[in-house]
């Protein structure tokens, strides 16, 4: 059963709608984990529906209208995936893809396209792209799509990370220890999720910057350090060494 009609919300073309972005994820069962996504897509009408869908479910979205300025992000930033429109301004997502593979890049891209041919689709393939999804889209395929591709390795999304006490569940977005639930800020659940999905992995403030910030944010040492600080007011226990580690000059670990 879908939501009312009238609660759609136009996604790209007139015939193509969005059913009801504040209860979707009643439509989408498993959830998916939270990720940096570098969106490429030159119609904001389009772009501004995906980016406020993926949202929704606590993926951090950047978003370029052009290819040359979306390649340059892709440079400079790191993500989990890439969403690229087909035809795009100064630089064609195929060209894009094409540049990103032979540089080594080895991130999912998902291409989005209004062509249909076969031989279209062999040639998104062959410059690199991981999937491909045909516009007009239903948007629960696409969020489908995306959580597909995330479980490919290095980014495998279960429905629970645990270290020690620690049990994070990230299909409900809740933490709890010892069977007690622990409130967490959006922040604070990322960069725990990213801790406990990379127990014993050394990262260093720009990598953790980069990772949970917005790339254009103006997120500082300090804000990490105030968020981890906060953060181990809620997980660690008074008295004993704490389960997120220091290592001064270094970055920090999580310690399971």
């Known amino acids: 059963m879908y939501p009312d009609e009238d609660n759609a919300v136009t996604f790209g073309r007139p015939d193509c709608k969005i059913w009801g972005i504040r209860s979707f994820s009643l439509f989408c069962p498993g959830g998916i984990c939270v990720s940096k996504i570098l969106l490429v897509e030159d119609d904001l009408e389009t772009s501004s529906s995906i980016k406020s869908l993926l949202e929704r479910e606590l993926h951090s979205v950047e978003h370029s209208a052009d290819g040359q300025s979306g390649w340059e992000m892709l440079l400079h930033y790191q993500y989990d995936l890439l969403i690229l429109d087909w035809q795009l301004p100064q630089l064609s997502g195929t060209e894009i893809c ?6 080594g890049g080895t991130i999912p891209i998902l291409m989005l396209t209004g062509r249909n041919e076969v031989s279209d689709r062999l040639h998104g393939f062959d410059a690199g792209a991981d999937d491909y999804l ?22 495998l999304c279960g429905d629970e990370l645990r270290a020690g006490e620690l049990v ?8 709890s220890k010892n069977g007690v639930e622990i409130p967490l800020a959006k922040k604070e659940f990322a960069l725990l999720e990213l801790f406990m999905r990379h127990p014993n992995q050394v990262f260093s403030t720009s990598a953790l910057l980069d990772r949970v910030w917005e790339s254009e944010s103006d997120a500082t040492s300090d804000s990490l350090r105030t968020f981890i ?6 997980i660690d226990d008074e008295g004993k060494e704490s389960l997120i580690r220091n290592l001064p000059g270094v970055g920090y670990r999580l310690d399971a």
Request: glycine fraction near 0%; hydrophobic fraction near 40%.
């Open 98 to 103: 094409e540049r990103f593979r032979k540089r």
């Open 134 to 155: 045909a516009k007009p889209f239903d948007p629960r395929e696409l969020l489908a799509r995306i959580k597909s591709l995330l479980r490919r390795p290095a980014i």
């Open 168 to 175: 994070l569940n990230i299909q409900a977005r809740k933490l």
């Open 229 to 234: 600080k906060k953060l181990r007011k809620k």
